[in-house]
């Protein structure tokens, strides 16, 4: 049995390592990538639109001046204390550069600058598709 799993993990990674096929856009388009970040607002924060519209022009629009789209949303996670939390949240689309490290320090900069700035405990992102290392 144990042999089957690791069989079927090692299958499974191997999709992993094979190049992933080039996106085929329409004549006139480029492929683009992008990331999600879920931005919640714990108590003692609020989600003020002008603070907010502040941190979007202070900290994301100069690291992403190729797109940043900012919608309503609402989640819930388990805090420190284990206990469930709901709370407002604001989800940030933004457009990641091709070149460099792709924008993963900038994703990080702003992930920290928010959970500083308005004092927050988890800030997720969901980075474009991809394996990652067991």
Not at 28 to 49: M, N, S, V, W, Y
Not at 94 to 119: Q, S, W
């Amino acid at each position: 049995m144990r042999a089957a799993g690791a069989l079927i993990l090692v299958l499974g990674l191997a999709g992993c390592a094979s190049a992933p096929k080039p996106l085929a856009c329409p004549v006139g388009q480029a492929p683009l990538r992008t990331a999600q970040l879920f931005f919640g607002a714990k108590a003692p924060a609020t989600l003020d639109e002008r603070a907010l519209r502040r941190f979007v022009d202070q900290e994301i629009t100069p690291r992403f001046p190729d797109g940043v789209t900012v919608v309503d949303g609402g989640g819930q996670w388990k805090g420190s204390d284990n206990r469930l939390i709901r709370e407002a949240a604001k989800v940030v689309l933004v457009v990641l550069p091709t070149t460099g490290d792709g924008g993963g320090a900038k994703v990080e900069a702003v992930r920290a600058a928010y959970r500083t700035k308005f004092k927050q405990e988890p800030v997720v992102v969901l980075p474009p598709p991809g394996c990652d290392t067991l």
